[in-house]
């Protein structure tokens, strides 16, 4: 199979709907660690292959440091969604959801704060690296 640009976002979306479940049950106010473990209730129960807590090994220059960083859910091999439960989005949060797309070489990155009222008005930032970028359409 050919993975495309169009099937990455599909994906994307799918996920994004598992989060809209999962805040629509639980509201807002919880610990992130609450809205991933029902994320990941919700993404299995889709039928997606779901990767939790996974480990990145930290390369600086094309040496591994023998460090890893933590991505909270990779969904599909393809997407890492980065969870947040605070008042609102900053830019660092950005900038961590980016690198960790870059070190794990995924074309999509989902940051989601389940401390919002709407997720798709004002909790959710999609973010694609140059691998989305290189894929065909």
Same mark, same amino acid.
């Given at each position: 199979m050919v993975i495309t640009q169009?099937?990455?976002?599909?994906?994307?979306? *799918?996920?994004?709907?598992?989060?809209?479940?999962v805040h629509k049950e639980l509201g807002p106010g919880l610990l992130e660690s609450i809205y991933e473990k029902c994320?990941? *209730?919700e993404l299995v129960a889709q039928g997606f292959k779901v990767e939790s807590q996974s480990l990145v090994p930290l390369k600086y220059k094309g040496k591994d440091l023998g460090?890893?960083?933590?991505?909270?859910?990779?969904?599909?091999?393809?997407?890492?969604?980065?969870l947040k439960s605070v008042e609102s989005i900053l830019p660092v949060f950005k900038a961590q959801l980016?690198?960790?797309?870059?070190?794990?070489?995924?074309?999509?990155?989902?940051l989601i704060n389940f401390n919002s009222e709407n997720i798709t008005k004002d909790g959710l930032v999609p973010l694609v690296t140059n691998v989305f970028s290189n894929l065909p359409k």
């Open positions: 169009k099937y990455v976002n599909d994906i994307a979306y *799918e996920v994004v709907g598992c989060a809209i479940e994320l990941i *209730e460090f890893n960083l933590r991505m909270d859910i990779v969904v599909e091999d393809l997407i890492v969604v980065e980016l690198t960790y797309l870059k070190l794990a070489n995924k074309p999509k990155g989902l």
